[in-house]
């Protein structure tokens, strides 16, 4: 059981490249979440997934896509990254909705964006 | 725009020593949680209360919740090296979405 994973770990892009980042969990949680972490800023909600098929933005979406491949895959790409982007980004996941449900992270991507 | 703020940004002290932080905002929450998080890696709940008032302890920790729910602190006893980490506090804002402090990074000196 390894709980949720994400590729890669690092990355480093030029402004104007594309990449995707990877997440999936493996405890059969509906609802998936993607952030960025800044310092000083906390933890920022990009987009979510409440359930497989659905996707939702979060606070600060602008930049990003994201896919909900099936229950235990969903995806977070960067069409044209820009130097704004680098940040750590985390992926999460709970068994449902409720906002008093663990939300189980991932070990983060660090990105740079040159 | 909910927010939530917490104090101090960073807190350094010795080991054996008592500390609380502080998680508060000018809105309700339905409930709120306690992350920690360390170097590399993401964040894990310690706590979450629901209930205006409520205290909970685990541990050394102690978590409560305000009478109003606008508010929340956390108080470790004789904190110990292990103690070390960003402490995120996280309220329930829409279903799905949590409103996250920008944490409290706690540095325990042996």
């Known amino acids: 059981n390894a709980g949720v994973t994400q590729t890669p770990k690092f990355q480093v892009l030029k402004t104007g490249q594309s990449m995707t980042l990877q997440c999936a969990q493996d405890m059969n949680h509906n609802s998936m979440y993607w952030y960025r972490q800044d310092p000083g800023m906390g933890l920022r909600l990009i987009y979510y997934s409440a359930s497989e098929g659905t996707t939702d933005k979060g606070e600060v979406p602008n930049g990003y896509n994201v896919s909900r491949l099936n229950k235990r895959e969903f995806s977070l790409r960067l069409e044209s990254a820009a130097p704004s982007q680098t940040s750590v980004y985390f992926c999460?996941?709970?068994?449902?909705?409720?906002?008093?449900?663990?939300?189980?992270f991932g070990p983060g991507t660090r990105l740079t964006v040159l | 725009t909910q927010l939530l703020e917490q104090s101090p940004q960073f807190l350094s002290i010795q080991e054996g020593e008592n500390l609380t932080v502080y998680c508060n905002s000018s809105s309700v929450f339905s409930s709120l949680q306690w992350y920690r998080q360390e170097p590399g890696e993401g964040p894990v709940l310690l706590v979450t209360?629901?209930?205006g008032g409520e205290v909970k302890k685990l541990k050394r920790l102690t978590f409560q919740f305000g009478d109003a729910r606008k508010d929340s602190s956390l108080h470790i006893t004789a904190a110990q090296p292990g103690d070390t980490g960003l402490y995120l506090c996280?309220?329930?804002?829409?279903?799905?979405?949590?409103?996250w402090g920008a944490g409290t990074k706690l540095i325990i000196k042996p």
């Open positions: 999460a996941s709970r068994t449902s909705g409720s906002n008093t449900d663990t939300q189980y």
């Open positions: 996280a309220g329930a804002a829409s279903n799905y979405q949590l409103i």
């Open positions: 209360v629901v209930t």
